[in-house]
């Protein structure tokens, strides 16, 4: 587990965030695949397989939900942790019940990522294994 | 017309007037007292009024029709004490033969009968058909006086009866005569006249019993008085009242006698003689009853008109002080309302900025991140410590900008409402849902005590979500690891909803709770923003609930929320209930 890196697939519509997002992500050790819209995002999922998606909800085009729901129908075991743009807890807790991990508010604490993102990993390898 | 002046000084001030000022309440006032009082006493006044003339015109039948009736009945007597005279002397001309009445033994012997059983005769002539009185008893000498001229004879003759109005005798004692013709059976004519004085006429009205200020007397078709009147003068003078000279009815009218004395008077024609009976009474003593009623309406319109006057008054003067209050009170709701719309823009405003910002504050944030995570992953170089130092100062910039946008969005949202149908149990999980991994990392025991026939009420759920987001993330702030925090939900009132949040945490100092709802009142330092508790009232509020909290320092606080069925639903009500 250890050994293999945490594949993340991070989806957001700022290019510059997600790129350099993805650039700390990677200096940290975790291999990223970064998608500028929703449709993009499911065309990666549906080509690779990874460990987490990290997904901003405030979207424009295909929403920040929608894209949670295509993502929990086709592969229901991966975890998501949102990002919120706006401090909308309402977005937020209906994510929560289309089954997302957790959330976090933007401008985001990398660490706090790495914390979620870790947990999360490994919250559903716990699952895998039971 | 000073009514009507003044009416349209009222409205000219009304309009003038500012509403709400003192001066508006004031003539609001007079004039709905005004308004009332002629609607209400109009009719009654006018009602008043219709009784009087119809009880008067009523009345005054009912007590003038036996004054006439009285006339009427002594006219009667009048005429049967003369029907009776001039049959006596009818039955002595019949009785007699002319020669028998010729002799002045016999007519002496005849008129002493009749002054002893008939009383009131003063003398008796035999009159020829000639004129010439052929014989006579009695007190003067007019034997052989001719009577041709006389009004007496000639009538006499047409008519074959005469009664005379009333003249002086001799002896100025008022006289009348009463005459009749006889025929014999050899077609001689003849009459016989009698004088007889007027005692019995005074004896007649004196039985009519009336009270000392009524009157009564016969005049003739002259006007002429013919007993003695008791107030308006003697016998032969002249009457001061116009009577009727029309016979065989009778007559009441009103008129003023010679003092300016208002007097009612029923006149009586007879069918036998020129006389009519004429009955005087002052009005006011026929009247007496109807004046007495008229009091009595009167006293009702004046006792009906203060109790309208003060029940107007009560009733207005409740009105416009309530009037008064309700306008007030929508001025401060329309204070209150621009004051949220103003809020609301400038929230709306707010949040765009927010949202606008908060997307390149994103980057500048991972950008500076990523250049501190270069720094750390690099080799040692020139002005590293520099760099470190920039970079670290550029994302404390953003963390205060993310504070900044944060408190700008919190503003924005507790403006705008969307009320629904809210099952404030499935709100509770919603928000703990958001939580739990927090509470799990933490071991933090939440205990939930929702009660299952919770009330359905009408609020906004993602604003209730947030005030309770709220309070649980100062209780999660507030109690160590392994903590307990108590969510307990009740009905509230009749169909409200009472949310508990318990914890035992650090607790509030008393110092600090009395500030704890204020905005930008803050313990948790750079961390907090210190709008949580404050955008959380503000929510409540607006929602028509209450939310209060109580603490002891080292055992914990309880924060209770309280919402009504609807935000409208009396707020007032459940803000007392709860205001201690």
Redesign the interface.
């Known amino acids: 587990m250890s050994k293999t890196k945490i594949k993340i697939l991070l989806i957001d519509d700022?290019e510059?965030?997600a790129s350099?997002?993805a650039?700390?992500l990677e200096?940290?050790g975790y291999e990223t695949r970064t998608a500028v819209c929703g449709e993009d995002g499911l065309n990666l999922l549906a080509g690779e397989t990874f460990d987490i998606a990290v997904l901003d909800l405030m979207m424009p085009g295909m929403s920040g939900l929608e894209t949670l729901r295509s993502i929990k129908s086709s592969t229901p075991d991966m975890p998501v942790v949102l990002l919120t743009?706006?401090?909308?807890?309402?977005e937020?807790?209906e994510g929560?019940?289309l089954g997302a991990?957790?959330y976090l508010?933007?401008?985001?604490d990398?660490k706090d990522l790495t914390l979620k993102i870790l947990?999360a990993v490994g919250a559903s390898d716990g699952k895998e294994n039971e | 017309m000073l009514k009507k002046y003044k009416i349209g000084i009222f409205l000219d001030r009304i309009y003038t007037s500012k509403k709400g000022s003192p001066e508006y309440y004031i003539v609001l006032r007079r004039m709905i007292i005004i308004t009332m009082m002629i609607l209400t006493t109009l009719p009654l006044a006018i009602m008043i009024m219709v009784n009087h003339f119809q009880y008067r015109s009523h009345l005054r039948n009912e007590l003038l029709s036996p004054i006439i009736t009285m006339a009427n009945k002594t006219k009667h007597s009048f005429e049967l004490l003369l029907e009776a005279r001039l049959s006596t002397v009818r039955f002595i001309a019949t009785a007699y033969t002319y020669e028998e009445l010729k002799d002045a033994q016999n007519i002496k012997r005849i008129l002493s009968v009749l002054k002893n059983e008939f009383g009131g005769f003063v003398d008796l002539g035999l009159i020829a058909s000639n004129g010439i009185l052929e014989s006579y008893a009695g007190p003067y000498p007019l034997l052989g006086k001719n009577y041709t001229e006389q009004t007496s004879f000639q009538e006499t003759q047409i008519k074959g009866k005469y009664v005379s109005n009333v003249f002086l005798g001799h002896r100025k004692f008022p006289h009348i005569v009463v005459a009749v013709q006889h025929l014999n059976d050899d077609g001689q004519t003849w009459i016989l006249r009698a004088t007889i004085d007027t005692d019995q006429f005074d004896t007649l009205i004196h039985s009519m019993g009336l009270e000392s200020k009524s009157d009564a007397f016969l005049v003739d078709n002259q006007g002429v008085f013919q007993t003695n009147s008791k107030l308006y003068g003697d016998t032969l003078e002249k009457c001061p009242f116009d009577i009727p000279s029309n016979r065989f009815e009778s007559h009441i009218f009103e008129t003023e006698d010679p003092d300016g004395q208002k007097v009612l008077i029923a006149s009586a024609g007879f069918s036998t003689a020129n006389y009519t009976l004429v009955l005087v009474k002052p009005r006011s003593v026929v009247l007496q009853s109807w004046y007495a009623l008229k009091t009595e309406l009167f006293v009702v319109f004046v006792i009906g008109f203060a109790l309208i006057l003060l029940t107007i008054i009560q009733i207005t003067n409740s009105l416009v002080r309530r009037l008064k209050e309700s306008d007030e009170k929508r001025e401060k709701v329309m204070d209150e309302l621009q004051h949220s719309q103003k809020l609301s823009s400038i929230g709306r405003l707010a949040a765009g900025v927010a949202h606008e910002i908060n997307n390149p504050l994103a980057i500048i944030n991972e950008k500076a991140g990523l250049v501190n995570d270069l720094l750390d992953y690099s080799e040692a170089f020139t002005n590293q410590a520099k760099f470190r130092l920039l970079v670290s100062s550029i994302l404390q910039s953003v963390d205060r900008c993310r504070t900044i946008t944060h408190r700008l969005l919190g503003f924005a949202k507790r403006i705008d409402l969307k009320i629904e149908p809210m099952e404030t149990n499935v709100v509770v999980k919603d928000v703990l849902g958001f939580l739990e991994r927090e509470a799990l990392y933490r071991k933090i025991d939440i205990r939930l005590k929702l009660y299952e026939e919770l009330n359905t009420i009408d609020s906004d759920k993602g604003q209730i979500q947030q005030v309770l987001l709220n309070l649980l993330t100062n209780a999660f702030a507030a109690v160590e690891d392994g903590g307990v925090i108590r969510i307990l939900t009740e009905n509230f009132k009749v169909s409200g909803v009472k949310i508990t949040v318990s914890d035992n945490g650090s607790g509030i100092p008393d110092d600090i709770i009395q500030h704890i709802f204020d905005p930008f009142f803050s313990t948790k330092k750079e961390k907090g923003t210190g709008l949580g508790l404050s955008i959380s009232y503000g929510i409540i509020d607006k929602l028509g609930g209450t939310i209060t909290v109580s603490s002891r320092v080292g055992q914990g606080s309880d924060f209770v929320i309280t919402l009504p069925k609807t935000p409208e639903h009396s707020p007032e009500d459940e803000h007392e209930q709860n205001q201690d």
């Open positions: 700022e510059e965030f350099t997002l650039e700390r200096l940290r743009g706006h401090g909308s807890t309402k937020g807790m929560m019940r991990f957790d508010m933007k401008p985001l990398i947990s």
